[in-house]
């Protein structure tokens, strides 16, 4: 009985002790424009990790772009998806997002937006 007791202990603290990776939105400005990247960290661990500034494919602020930034929380980093073209835009059309890329080029906000977030991650208390 005491064995069983002990087994139960270990496997209730092993499963407190487990990843919590936390999704959530984060604003920054660039002048006028409202940036709305999405940061992923595991709420678990209580040290300072490096960041990871994941830029997401000219479809925008989309799932794909966050379980990337999810597979990198759960490498012990912490990951912003860095929001280049403003408002946590997304498209699944091929002109749509072709205009905002060429936009974005034109604009160099993979440059000014892309130091931004790089900003905004450098501030938060879990990141090193």
Do not use: H
């Not at 603290?13 to 595991?42: C, H, M, P, S, W």
């Not at 280049?84 to 997002?97: K, M, S």
């Amino acid at each position: 009985m005491k064995l069983m007791s002990t087994l139960l202990a270990v496997l209730i603290l092993a499963a407190q002790a487990r990843a919590e990776v936390v999704e959530r939105v984060i604003e920054y400005k660039d002048g006028e424009t409202t940036l709305r990247g999405i940061v992923v960290y595991d709420d678990a661990k209580d040290v300072v990790r490096p960041g990871v500034v994941v830029v997401p494919e000219w479809w925008g602020v989309n799932e794909f772009a966050v379980a990337q930034a999810r597979t990198l929380a759960e490498a012990g980093y912490v990951a912003l998806v860095a929001d280049i073209y403003g408002d946590g835009f997304q498209t699944t059309e091929v002109p749509v997002a072709a205009r905002r890329a060429t936009e974005a080029t034109q604009k160099d906000w993979k440059r000014t937006r892309g130091r931004l977030a790089v900003e905004q991650l450098r501030s938060m208390p879990q990141v090193d």
